[in-house]
């Protein structure tokens, strides 16, 4: 089993700054992609980045990139989402996952993923 637990989130101004974290334990040996998803009042969850555990590949959903950034610290087992130049529609619970399943592309589906934090809630108001 794989523990996920996220900080940092908050409430922000458009155009501000967040950085979130999600520190992981218990079998992190077996993680192979850890990402972030997002959920909004009313909506679906939704993808917003990922990278392969070995920090060799990343992905991003189209409304974020070039202003967030997901990144790892190998020696606290830590994954951050760097978010800048935030939006009102940034506005969402943000969870952390984890897979532990090989696959040959970064997978952008919730149901993917076997491991789920309880959530943080970033707030960017306008």
């Known amino acids: 089993q794989v523990q996920l637990v996220e900080s940092g989130g908050g409430l922000v101004q458009a155009g501000g700054s967040l950085r979130l974290s999600c520190a992981a334990s218990g079998r992190t040996s077996s993680i192979y992609t850890i990402g972030w998803f997002r959920q909004a009042p009313g909506k679906e969850r939704e993808f917003v980045a990922a990278?392969?555990?070995?920090?060799?590949?990343?992905d991003y959903a189209n409304s974020v990139k070039g202003r967030f950034t997901i990144s790892r610290d190998n020696a606290k087992i830590t994954v951050y989402l760097q978010m800048n130049s935030l939006k009102p529609e940034d506005t969402a619970v943000y969870y952390c996952a984890a897979d532990s399943t090989v696959l040959s592309v970064i997978s952008t589906m919730s149901s993917d993923y076997d491991y789920w934090g309880q959530g943080t809630q970033v707030t960017v108001s306008s």
């Open positions: 990278m392969r555990w070995s920090g060799r590949n990343t």
